[in-house]
């Protein structure tokens, strides 16, 4: 397994190019962790809408949103995969590639605040508590992830993977 510092000193076409991430920006980090909070913000919704709608307890509600947010987020990166023509096998083991560390950072995050805010878990869907509490969690997944999506994309995983399917 090589490193990065085993591909400095390589010469412009030498051949090694095509081994280097693309340069990696905040932007390009915030883009990529923007599309996997949609992923998760609709799976996240949509489970503690259900399991609150449904008098579930905080760790059945849980556990269901954050299946459907794993459930989402691949879905949304499976969807401009199979667009640029890859077969269902491939663009699934894509997703899994490119999303999977940021979803699984991004819901330890956003589950965790909203354990943390006193209440929101059991405020129901009629709460600015309950709201408020989910997209406070949301923004704070967001700016924790970033980073992490950022040197994934540095390194050449989590959403670089998918750079190759855009256009």
């Not at 190019?17 to 923007?34: C, F, I, K, R, V």
């Amino acid at each position: 397994m090589s490193t990065e510092h085993e591909h400095h000193g390589h010469a412009p076409g030498d051949g090694h190019e095509q081994h280097h991430a693309p340069p990696t920006t905040w932007g390009t980090a915030a883009s990529a962790t923007l599309h996997c909070l949609t992923g998760c913000a609709i799976g996240e919704v949509l489970g503690m809408v259900i399991g609150t709608a449904l008098g579930w307890g905080n760790v059945a509600t849980i556990v269901l949103a954050v299946a459907l947010a794993f459930v989402f987020g691949y879905a949304l990166t499976m969807r401009g995969v199979l667009r640029a023509g890859v077969g269902f096998k491939q663009a699934l083991k894509i997703a899994l590639a490119a999303d999977t560390v940021s979803i699984l950072v991004m819901e330890i995050v956003d589950n965790g605040v909203m354990i943390a805010v006193p209440g929101a878990m059991e405020a129901g869907l009629a709460s600015w508590l309950f709201w408020g509490a989910l997209a406070f969690a949301l923004a704070v997944a967001f700016v924790l992830t970033t980073p992490v999506n950022k040197w994934l994309i540095g390194r050449g995983s989590g959403h670089a993977v998918v750079h190759a399917y855009h256009h």
